[in-house]
């Protein structure tokens, strides 16, 4: 029983800390059965002993793990298992550096001594202590509560992909929404609704939703958003041609800038239209790019990003029926996770040009190798020139900010901060350089500087830094921004700071007005008139396992449970980290 008491007293230590919630009912049944096996089974023979210490082992891990935040084992299982995304032995071994503290193993290593001792001399008020200390951590820190919404679906929890909005049904309206202004991207009808992405696309009816009113569900949210669709039509006759480049990062927010001390806002205040708010949706590469390459449409669930999306919703198609020459490169070569094969296929993204012969400057956390980005970027300027197009889009994806990546030909040496903020530094000189480059050849572009997600370079109770299973809002509140490089005749006065919540839509239709009225014509709108245009979206991200939703003035989460709870406090964005749009334009000197 001695390991018994150490695992109570350890699980009491960890839910003072926060960092489980069990719950105390099937605790209390193994409990009740190790007893009886200690006391009647056991003594009898060392078959039923060794059976019923694995089973108890087996049992009390399995319950520590349901009331961590720690994903599903199936998911950890499967991500080792396959040979596409499983990372390096070396990330695995920086990772579990990391993420094992010192003191969390002395303090491990102290408490077994503890209860080894006590366990020798006095077993009885060991097992009466771990009993007590353990009944008053669940106290203290109760399992989560529950949060209900819906009243009126049914009251069975439906699982994708049976369920439109791809998660469990709540049950419970929340408080009724603030009334927003209407926007003119949502309407009645849902090419989206009861979870068919090949259902009907034909145009909605006219009938609006306030813009920024929260949804009180899931289902609810994507509802709304299954009516939004921007239109995209052919440039005029004449008009100044441009090219847009979508600069896809991986592995960048807000809250990883403040972490590294890096100072981003010399860079992003040099563009025209700068997001503060803006939402990535998820918080892993594949899906990320599935949702830029199909933000023409309102945000889909996640398991929908895998199949056919309807007539419209994809970027670069939109792109080529408006005349472009399209183009896909990468700082890697895709391979990991199917990126290239699931863009191309979901995303109707082009193949892309490679890197075969570019210099290598990275070594993924996959083990792959990585170039720079002004040589992929370079590799791209050759093709489009040598195409002829009077107008090309790019998308282009990094993947050089992520965390494991290292130095070719360097081994592990740990420093992942100050690694991360060297990376950063070289990323935004090659971008700017890149940009210079644009400007040289008196080509007309619109770049569209978006990140991936964050790369969580610091971690929480929920969740260990570099893990991002949990899309919390300081992994998927990223800073994206939009430039105009060319002889545009309304500059404005500095950057146009966009505050409200936003996501790819915003994007979609930024272009969709630029081909509408060009940017770089005379009679081009001033760019404070476009930024009040761009349609909002509510903050809901989401991946495979687990969920986060705005709800009124706070979050709450989706769990491998599939139940709802709210956000704990220390999970949010913390106060300070997102510029004012002041800073922002103090920085670009206006």
Same mark, same amino acid.
């Given at each position: ?7 109570l007293?350890a ?17 209390? &049944?193994? &409990?009740a ?8 089974l +056991? ?18 891990? +399995?319950?520590?793990?349901?009331s ?7 998911t ?6 396959d ?18 503290s ?9 408490l ?17 202590? +771990? ?5 008053a ?6 399992p989560?509560?529950?949060v209900?919404l819906?009243?009126d ?6 699982k994708?992909?049976?369920d ?10 929340a408080?009724a929404?603030?009334?927003a !202004? ?24 006219a009938?609006?939703? !306030?813009? =920024? ?19 995209f ?6 008009? @100044? @041609?441009?090219d847009?480049?979508?600069l896809h ?11 590294a ?10 563009f ?5 708010g803006?939402?990535?949706?998820c918080?892993?590469?594949? @899906?990320?790019?599935?949702r ?5 449409c309102? /945000? ?5 990003l ?20 399209t ?17 191309? *296929? ?5 193949p ?9 400057v ?6 792959s190798?990585?170039c ?26 990094? #993947?050089?900010?992520?965390?494991g990546?290292? *130095? &070719?030909?360097?081994? $592990?040496?740990?420093?992942a901060?100050? #690694? ?9 000189? /090659? ?5 210079? =480059?644009?400007?040289r050849?008196?080509r ?10 964050g ?9 260990? *830094? ?24 309304h500059?404005?006065?500095? @950057? /146009?700071v966009?505050?409200?919540?936003a ?11 630029f081909l ?6 005379? =009679? ?5 008139t476009?930024? #009040?245009?761009?349609?909002?979206t509510?903050? $809901?991200?989401?991946? =495979? ?6 709800l009124?003035?706070?979050y ?11 956000l ?13 749009? /002041?800073e ?7």
């Amino acid at each position: 029983m001695i390991f018994w008491y150490w695992y109570l007293m350890a699980v009491a230590a960890l839910t003072f800390a926060g960092y489980v919630t069990p719950d105390p009912v099937p605790l209390a &049944a193994l &409990a009740a059965l190790a007893h009886v096996h200690s006391r009647f089974l +056991a003594p009898r023979s060392r078959a039923a002993a060794a059976a019923g210490a694995a089973a108890a082992a087996g049992g009390a891990l +399995a319950l520590l793990w349901h009331s961590s935040f720690l994903p599903p084992p199936s998911t950890l299982i499967k991500f080792l298992a396959d040979p596409k995304t499983r990372p390096s032995a070396q990330y695995m071994l920086e990772f579990a550096w990391q993420s094992l503290s010192p003191a969390m193993l002395a303090a491990g290593a102290l408490l077994f001594a503890l209860v080894f001792f006590g366990y020798r001399r006095k077993p009885l008020p060991l097992a009466l202590c +771990a009993y007590l200390v353990l009944a008053a951590a669940c106290i203290m820190h109760p399992p989560r509560k529950s949060v209900e919404l819906d009243p009126d679906e049914p009251r069975e929890a439906e699982k994708y992909p049976v369920d439109a909005a791809g998660n469990p049904l709540p049950r419970r309206a929340a408080a009724a929404p603030v009334p927003a !202004p209407l926007d003119p991207f949502y309407a009645k009808e849902s090419s989206w609704d009861e979870g068919s992405p090949a259902a009907s696309t034909a145009a909605a009816r006219a009938v609006p939703h !306030p813009a =920024e009113r929260g949804s009180a569900s899931p289902k609810a949210f994507f509802r709304k958003e299954s009516g939004r669709r921007v239109e995209f039509g052919k440039p005029a006759k004449g008009s @100044p @041609p441009f090219d847009i480049l979508i600069l896809h990062v991986c592995s960048l927010s807000w809250k990883d800038l403040k972490d590294a001390g890096f100072d981003l806002l010399p860079f992003l205040s040099r563009f025209d239209y700068v997001f503060t708010g803006f939402s990535s949706a998820c918080s892993y590469s594949g @899906p990320s790019a599935l949702r830029v390459l199909r933000s023409p449409c309102g /945000q889909a669930p996640h398991p929908m990003l895998y199949n056919d999306a309807p007539a419209g919703c994809y970027l670069l198609d939109e792109l080529r029926e408006s005349g472009f020459k399209t183009f896909t490169m990468a700082s890697h070569d895709g391979r990991y996770g199917d990126f290239s094969v699931n863009s191309g *296929k979901y995303g109707h993204a082009d193949p892309p040009l490679g890197i075969e012969g570019l210099p290598t400057v990275y070594q993924m956390f996959s083990g792959s190798r990585m170039c720079p980005d002004d040589e992929a970027l370079g590799r791209y300027w050759k093709a489009r020139a040598g195409s002829g197009a009077a107008r090309a889009a790019l998308y282009y994806n990094t #993947a050089n900010l992520h965390m494991g990546t290292s *130095k &070719a030909g360097e081994g $592990f040496r740990g420093g992942a901060t100050a #690694a991360y903020r060297e990376r950063l530094e070289l990323t935004v000189k /090659q971008l700017e350089s890149f940009f210079a =480059e644009v400007e040289r050849s008196g080509r007309n572009a619109v770049v569209i500087f978006v990140p991936e997600h964050g790369a969580a370079l610091t971690g929480t109770k929920m969740q260990a *830094k570099d893990v991002r299973d949990i899309p919390l809002p300081p992994i998927v509140t990223v800073p994206a921004a939009v430039k105009l490089i060319g002889k545009s005749f309304h500059t404005g006065g500095g @950057p /146009q700071v966009v505050a409200k919540p936003a996501s790819f839509l915003a994007l979609a239709w930024l272009i969709s007005e630029f081909l509408r009225d060009n940017p770089f014509s005379a =009679e081009a709108r001033r760019p404070e008139t476009v930024a #009040a245009g761009i349609p909002s979206t509510e903050f $809901f991200a989401e991946d =495979e396992n687990a969920a986060v939703m705005k709800l009124g003035d706070g979050y709450v989460y989706r769990h491998k449970d599939g139940k709802w709870s709210p956000l704990p406090d220390y999970a949010a964005i913390p106060p300070g980290t997102i510029p004012s749009p /002041q800073e922002i334009r103090r920085a670009a000197g206006r």
